[in-house]
């Protein structure tokens, strides 16, 4: 009996140090990848190095895995989930009620059309036009409507979604999010938006993926511009909570209709085992989220804590992205890639053509 205990207990002590390797091996990873998004031809490309990471996680994945020792894996999924819930909550000290009050109705009504369209676009046209999987429709749209990577990683948790499903709503934000950091100031300052420059901010804060390049698009049209297109994209990651509350109980009500369609149609009663549905799919790391909304409104942390958890908590997140990215196997990215791509594609000519709609709408009912 006593050499089973100390067997077993030495097996636990083995398994907490192959995981604690992991989790060390990711952050050792994500320093890396944090001083290469630094280099200028990257960061003048507005590729944050969550971006970074999940493309240099993958590479490490499926070129070099083997190199990894397995007992590591636990940390790297460590990493991919319960850090990600954590890192995610934390992303709230970057939003504050006052700055989304200073945009008023037309930045919200704004931020609330666009979101809530591009979701219900996206996940029809990923499940109905291009035959994908509820997860990886999801992803796509969340990746394009709300707040790029971020709300990926989000979702991803909330779902509990397959890494490559991630990566693949993640190269569409890289994809079509770039594009529009440059292409958004050419159609400007050609006249072909024909917006003024309150028109600009809505527009680029509200239908530009990541918050980095809405920074780097709208500061080539104004100070004024950038100003409000940052702040309507705050508000826009300020709406993840409520619509990943909304997702998790359409999760977990989906689950319960599967498990009373597969009872309903067995014939075998008590003999069969049934599933039961899983626990309320509600991401309470959401929760943790608006609670930091609070915080950071409220002005309870000094400024210098304040943009030190930031720095950190990009950190986490990066790390977070860079475990997805050893994860994730391009064989399974393979088989959905191409019509992954194409539903981004779609909603990227939403986000211009609607967007454009949605704005002129906001500014003469609203302005």
């Not at 977990?252 to 599967?258: L, P």
Request: aromatic residues 8%; hydrophobic residues 55%.
């Amino acid at each position: 009996m006593t050499t089973a205990r100390l067997t077993a207990a030495t097996a636990e002590a083995s398994s907490a140090r192959g995981q604690l390797n992991g989790i060390l091996f990711v952050a050792l990873f994500a320093a890396a990848v944090t001083r290469i998004a630094q280099i200028p031809a990257i960061a003048g490309l507005g590729l944050s190095p969550l971006i970074v990471g999940i493309v240099a996680g993958a590479i490490y994945g499926n070129a070099l895995r083997d190199g990894m020792p397995a007992s590591w894996a636990a940390g790297v999924n460590f990493s991919a989930r319960k850090l990600l819930r954590i890192a995610v909550a934390f992303f709230g000290l970057r939003v504050s009620l006052q700055e989304i009050a200073q945009v008023g109705l037309p930045g919200l009504a704004e931020s609330v059309l666009i979101v809530v369209s591009t979701l219900v676009i996206g996940t029809w046209a990923g499940m109905k036009i291009m035959k994908l999987d509820r997860d990886t429709a999801l992803l796509t749209a969340a990746g394009s409507a709300i707040c790029g990577a971020a709300a990926v990683l989000a979702f991803e948790s909330t779902l509990q979604s397959k890494p490559h499903k991630s990566a693949m709503a993640v190269g569409s934000v890289v994809l079509f999010g770039t594009l529009s950091m440059f292409l958004y100031p050419v159609l400007f300052k050609a006249g072909w938006l024909h917006l003024d420059t309150t028109g600009a901010g809505l527009f680029f804060g509200g239908t530009i993926h990541e918050v980095a390049q809405v920074v780097g698009a709208a500061s080539n049209v104004s100070p004024e511009a950038t100003h409000i297109a940052t702040i309507v994209k705050m508000t826009r990651v300020m709406l993840l909570v409520p619509v990943l509350l909304v997702v998790g109980l359409w999760v977990n009500r989906a689950a319960r209709r599967d498990v009373d369609a597969s009872s309903a149609s067995s014939q075998q009663g008590d003999a069969v085992q049934q599933r039961r549905p899983g626990k309320l799919a509600i991401p309470w790391f959401a929760l943790g989220f608006l609670a930091f909304v609070v915080i950071n409104s409220l002005h309870v942390l000094p400024q210098a804590a304040t943009s030190t958890l930031n720095t950190l908590d990009t950190f986490a997140l990066t790390m977070a992205m860079t475990a997805l990215g050893i994860e994730t196997r391009i064989s399974q990215i393979r088989e959905a890639g191409p019509r992954a791509l194409t539903t981004g594609f779609i909603l990227y000519v939403w986000l211009i053509a609607g967007g454009l709609g949605i704005t002129w709408a906001v500014q003469h009912f609203f302005g």
